[in-house]
């Protein structure tokens, strides 16, 4: 059951890069995320309210307290690095960076959950890495070198921060129900989000939103908080190292859509890149 909830959360995230880019257009990406992290937090609860896993709260240790609270730290620095680089760069582009973090989080999960490595595994990760480096060579770029410059920078840290936040997520969630562990992880977020965005003195901003660009940030938050339920129901019972990938197929549902919805095209090396990263995240499987 916990593939199905992983390929569940690839469906709901590679939804949530769509609508957030649409949603991110006019307005400061910052506040964009704060505001879809209302949204997930009013998600997150009423799944929490409706299995009842709040009356667990209580039996929560504080080592899980401790960690949850570090994998909210993580996924709010990561949230406000990817959806900036995907405000600047192109969806194609800022993607398959953010989903590297595959490669990262095997390496951690080897180190600090003593998850075993296989040839198989070593070989899926070789081709998911060379798979995201043809997506993104520099030949492919659209944008002038000063832009590209930010973009990668802030798509780099997104996928860096995405590792730590799945490490110390599975660590904090051993013994606690997932929609709780949810639940608590957002609050963390929605207040990092929230402080970036009056210490950028953007707060202001939020009256001028397009209608049209509030409606699809909110959309996207109903997306998220979607994915991350079934994201971490799955990292719960299974495999760190194979729910990150199984999530990371997320990236052929974006791209589906960037096509229909903002006509980015793949070039030939960026098609065969994206074909290395599906089936390396596909022979994962091969190790549950």
């Known amino acids: 059951m916990w593939v199905i909830y992983a390929l569940g959360s690839a469906l709901f995230a590679g939804l949530t890069s769509i609508l957030a880019k649409c949603g991110i ?92 490595v296989t040839w198989i595994k070593l070989t899926a990760t070789a081709a998911i890495s060379i798979g995201t480096y043809l ?22 840290l997104s996928a860096i921060f995405a590792s ?26 929605l207040i990092m989000a929230w402080i970036v965005v009056f210490i950028s003195g953007k707060q202001h901003t939020i009256k001028d939103i397009p209608k049209k660009e509030l409606i699809f940030i909110c959309l996207s938050g109903i997306a998220t908080g979607g994915s991350w339920i079934c994201y971490y129901k799955a990292l719960r019972d299974g495999y760190a190292s194979v729910v990150v990938p199984i999530d990371k197929l997320s990236i052929v549902v974006t791209i589906a859509f960037s096509y229909l919805v903002f006509k980015e095209k793949l070039s030939k090396k960026a098609l065969f890149g994206l074909i290395l990263i599906i089936a390396g995240t596909l022979a994962m499987l091969i190790n549950i």
């Open 25 to 116: 257009k006019k307005t400061d990406s910052n506040t964009a995320t704060a505001i879809r992290t209302i949204i997930v937090l009013i998600f997150s609860w009423i799944m929490v309210l409706i299995d009842g896993s709040y009356k667990t709260i209580p039996n929560v240790s504080a080592k899980a307290w401790i960690f949850l609270i570090l994998s909210g730290i993580a996924t709010g620095i990561s949230w406000l690095c990817y959806f900036k680089a995907l405000q600047l760069g192109d969806i194609n582009k800022v993607v398959p960076i953010d989903k590297s973090s595959t490669v990262i989080t095997i390496i951690l999960a080897l180190f600090f959950l003593g998850e075993g």
């Open 135 to 156: 997506m993104i060579s520099r030949q492919d770029y659209n944008v002038s070198e000063s832009k590209s410059k930010i973009w990668l920078i802030y798509a780099i």
């Open 164 to 189: 730590l936040t799945s490490i110390l997520a599975k660590i904090g969630i051993e013994n606690v129900e997932s929609n709780l562990g949810t639940a608590v992880r957002t609050c963390v977020v």
